[in-house]
């Protein structure tokens, strides 16, 4: 952690207002007693993007107001315009909290270039307190690995941790089977593979809290949980650029690579976690006990509300409609998706992600989605609901609760019909994929 210490007048002495960062901001700039001008360091190796940031205060006076400009923001388009906020806690009140919207700007600025630049202003209240403030709620390698040792402890039968390889600065990737002890042996029947994977982008951290939510009820004794582990096994790859989250980056690796472009033809030296799960997915692909049915990777949306998922055009016309059954009945459920914003696109540019690469190289049962839940708010009806740690949790489980359904593992259940035409569009608005 680096300490980035700025010089502040105050009436009759000099105060040190003191900022650490867990490695990507770059420069703080003191601009007069109540005004800070940051500059946020780019992704490793890619100057390309400047988006996340992750920082903390000290040595600060009560009362103190302070504006902070964020000067060297990368991306035009946010939902900073459309009133999502940072978020800040501090030592004494450890949950995240959103700045009030109404203190918060996004302009692009004559001063610096014209480049986008986010303000924000804030009070301090406590002197002997630290700040933290961030793009959004982090979820870093550490809480990941701390995570997975909790569930190690469990002892669960259901539930086996493996190393699938180590990223360029290695550090663990790992990959989770969730099913029922009689599948992990059976050696008879042919098994249905779910697979699933997040945080190919670092910085879309709201993709880590759909993951553990997911986790958490398939590993829970929830009686829907044991009817999907005595019937599909779950794969999960739940962090794929741990050196992109380690060193606060918001899209790249560490060597400066998308990863998410990569998936085609990718370097078991340049990306070596995409690599390695590609092997895997094609290893299941071609394992004739093995139905692989789905691969779904999680993703964060810096420019749209709710959940949606995109997925491929297929000239098959079954296999172009199969795919609108679980997003459909993932509307269902989960009332901060969004059918309407679901889409099916084959733009060239995405040619390279996980989505598009596997939906071209796997066999066609298998079905390929980028799941995505926005970095801010969902709508229902009227309302509008900015998202907390809690409501991201809630999608994951959402998640796993709808394939019940899709694979009608209730007797109750009822098949769902396609009530309207599947949507066509390009993904013009897609960049987060």
């Avoid at 914003?341 to 690469?357: C, E, I, L, P, Y």
């Avoid at 596997?358 to 309302?383: A, D, H, M, N, R």
Wanted: aromatic fraction near 14%; charged fraction near 20%; hydrophobic fraction near 35%.
């Amino acid at each position: 952690m680096r300490r980035l210490n700025v010089v502040r007048k105050c009436r009759y002495s000099v105060v040190y207002l003191i900022f650490d960062t867990e490695g990507n901001l770059g420069k703080v700039d003191y601009i007069s007693d109540y005004e800070y001008d940051l500059f946020i360091r780019p992704d490793t190796y890619n100057p390309r993007y400047r988006v996340w940031f992750n920082f903390t205060v000290h040595n600060v006076r009560e009362e103190q107001r302070v504006i902070f400009n964020i000067v060297n923001f990368s991306k035009t388009k946010s939902l900073y315009r459309d009133g999502m906020s940072p978020v800040v806690k501090s030592t004494s009140r450890p949950q995240w909290e959103r700045i009030p919207s109404k203190n918060v700007f996004y302009y692009k600025c004559p001063n610096h270039q014209k480049s986008y630049v986010l303000s924000f202003a804030f009070a301090f209240d406590r002197e002997e307190d630290t700040y933290q403030f961030s793009y959004c709620y982090p979820y870093s390698y550490s809480r990941l690995q701390h995570y997975l040792a909790e569930q190690d402890k469990r002892g669960l039968d259901f539930y086996k941790r493996e190393l699938l390889c180590h990223s360029m600065q290695q550090r663990r990737v790992d990959v989770l089977t969730i099913t029922s002890p009689h599948n992990m042996e059976s050696t008879a029947a042919t098994l249905r593979v779910v697979f699933i994977t997040a945080r190919v982008h670092p910085g879309e951290s709201p993709a880590s809290f759909v993951c553990q939510g997911l986790l958490d009820f398939l590993l829970s004794q929830h009686s829907t949980a044991e009817t999907l582990r005595d019937n599909i096994i779950f794969k999960i790859v739940p962090m794929l650029n741990p050196d992109g989250v380690y060193l606060g980056n918001y899209r790249c690796s560490l060597m400066g690579f998308d990863l998410n472009r990569h998936w085609q033809e990718p370097s078991p030296w340049a990306h070596p976690t995409v690599h390695a799960t590609k092997q895997l997915l094609v290893e299941l692909d071609r394992n004739p006990k093995v139905d692989l049915d789905f691969y779904i990777d999680i993703h964060a949306h810096s420019t749209l509300t709710n959940g949606f998922m995109y997925g491929n055009v297929y000239e098959e016309e079954d296999r172009f409609e199969k795919q609108a059954i679980f997003p459909k009945l993932l509307a269902q459920y989960a009332e901060d998706f969004s059918w309407n914003q679901t889409s099916f696109n084959k733009d060239a540019v995405k040619a390279g992600t996980g989505r598009r690469s596997l939906g071209g190289c796997l066999q066609p049962k298998t079905l390929c989605y980028t799941l995505e839940v926005s970095f801010f708010s969902y709508t229902i009806g009227s309302s509008h609901s900015p998202y907390s740690e809690d409501s991201y949790l809630r999608l994951g489980k959402n998640v796993a609760r709808t394939f019940l359904d899709y694979y009608n593992l209730q007797t109750t259940t009822v098949q769902p019909t396609l009530l309207s035409p599947i949507q066509v569009q390009s993904d013009e608005q897609s960049e987060d994929i």
